[in-house]
């Protein structure tokens, strides 16, 4: 298995610009989500889904925006890049009823 | 609401000295309570998990943690620091909303070792 895996592993965006971070399993986790992760604030969820077809908000939801149409894929989508957006993203997947969250390697990614 | 408190940005300690990293979490119920581990420029990966079964829970690489109720604490110890050790420690609290699984993070503690 290949776990969690995210892409592309760095990204720079320019304000207003738009693009997807892909996030794909293999391990039939029907539960997946989105963190970011900032200095000195941990990781804060964004979207997560818990199961294909149901997407839900998170801590911070604004600027971004997921679908889950397979098991497998969960994409997160920024609209109108921000510098405020410039971060760590980390997916993560979970199987329904379990406790240890899979994490992905990351996508880190600079807003200018 | 659930929260979690870590007590240290930043922790130092020696090779072969003990390790604690200290973690407070608040919760309206019996909580779930892991730690989570990140090595430099990699992902988190699961250390140990409290699940309300035995108070005491060892993890992977020699690492345990205590749930204490009274305390609202859930520290994480190690006998003796390895090198291999550094790196970044975070104290999760999992928790049910609306039927839907949520974590909270704490801000997490970062372990330097010294040689």
């Known amino acids: 298995n290949a776990g969690v895996t995210q892409t592309p592993k760095f990204q720079v965006l320019k304000t207003g610009q738009s693009m997807t971070l892909q996030c794909a399993q293999d391990m039939n986790h029907e539960y997946m989500s989105w963190y970011r992760q900032d200095p000195g604030m941990g990781l804060r969820l964004i979207h997560y889904?818990?199961?294909?077809?149901?997407?839900d908000q998170g801590e911070v939801p604004n600027g971004y925006n997921v679908s889950r149409s397979t098991t497998e894929d969960f994409p997160l989508r920024l609209l109108s890049a921000a510098p405020s957006q410039t971060s760590v993203y980390f997916c993560?997947?979970?199987?329904?009823?379990?406790?240890?969250?899979?994490f992905g390697p990351g996508t880190r990614l600079t807003v200018t | 609401a659930q929260s979690v408190t870590q007590l240290d940005s930043h922790v130092s300690v020696s090779e072969g000295t003990p390790v604690l990293l200290r973690c407070n979490y608040s919760s309206s119920y019996s909580p779930s309570l892991f730690w989570y581990v990140q090595h430099p420029n990699k992902g988190l990966q699961l250390l140990l998990k409290y699940t309300s079964a035995a108070t005491l829970v060892k993890g992977i690489n020699g690492f345990e943690a205590e749930f204490k109720k009274s305390e609202t604490s859930f520290h994480l110890t190690k006998p003796s620091a390895h090198m291999s050790d550094a790196a970044e420690y975070f104290c999760v609290v999992r928790y049910l909303n609306f039927g839907n699984e949520k974590l909270t993070f704490g801000t997490g503690t970062r372990l330097t070792i010294i040689p």
């Open positions: 993560a997947s979970m199987p329904g009823g379990g406790y240890e969250q899979y």
């Open positions: 889904s818990v199961g294909a077809g149901i997407t």
